[in-house]
């Protein structure tokens, strides 16, 4: 009787236990509950992003050889498509790239320019990948936010609880969902 008791009442008092859906379906409600004006501002924005920078975003991924959702989704935590974002660290433009990455990538000019800070950041991508071997997806997003070194010495569980890195990869999972692949290739 007790058991029964007990378990009437982490049914009644728990419902993630009673509830249906997969693990994944689960998981995706916990992002939108963390992120839900960020959700909201993807789903505003992503729209008018693809239109203006678009053409842009696919030039650097076939440059650089970047996927074209993880430029989108790093200028969405940047800077949610502000081409005139300036922060109090001096990272500027869509991308929000420092002025002292200029000479470490190649690519001079003004940050607050589309083109350039689109081609700054995505080279810095490719760089973060293959000079400095970071490999994974998060620990490369890890390194763009934080520097190489420190995204060498982060764990992995360091690098998945870090925010920044949640945000990227939540935009990541939301341009998957709001564009899917065949139609992100009819755009072309």
Do not use: C
């Amino acid at each position: 009787m007790y058991a029964r008791s007990l378990l009437l009442f982490a049914l009644i008092s728990f419902p993630l236990f009673a509830s249906g859906g997969s693990y994944a379906e689960k998981e995706k409600m916990r992002e939108e509950e963390r992120f839900p004006r960020f959700a909201a501002a993807i789903e505003k924005t992503l729209p008018e992003i693809m239109r203006k920078y678009h053409n842009i975003v696919l030039e650097a991924s076939w440059e650089f050889g970047v996927s074209a959702r993880l430029i989108i989704a790093v200028m969405l935590s940047e800077s949610l498509g502000n081409p005139r974002a300036h922060s109090h660290a001096d990272a500027r433009g869509l991308m929000q790239t420092l002025p002292a990455l200029d000479k470490e990538v190649g690519i001079y000019g003004d940050s607050f320019n589309p083109r350039t800070s689109i081609r700054k950041g995505a080279k810095y991508l490719l760089m973060l990948k293959e000079r400095y071997k970071l490999g994974t997806m998060k620990r490369i997003v890890f390194g763009y936010q934080y520097g190489p070194g420190a995204a060498r010495k982060a764990s992995e569980a360091r690098i998945a609880r870090d925010p920044y890195v949640r945000s990227v990869m939540f935009a990541y999972r939301k341009i998957l969902e709001l564009i899917p692949p065949a139609e992100a290739a009819q755009r072309r």
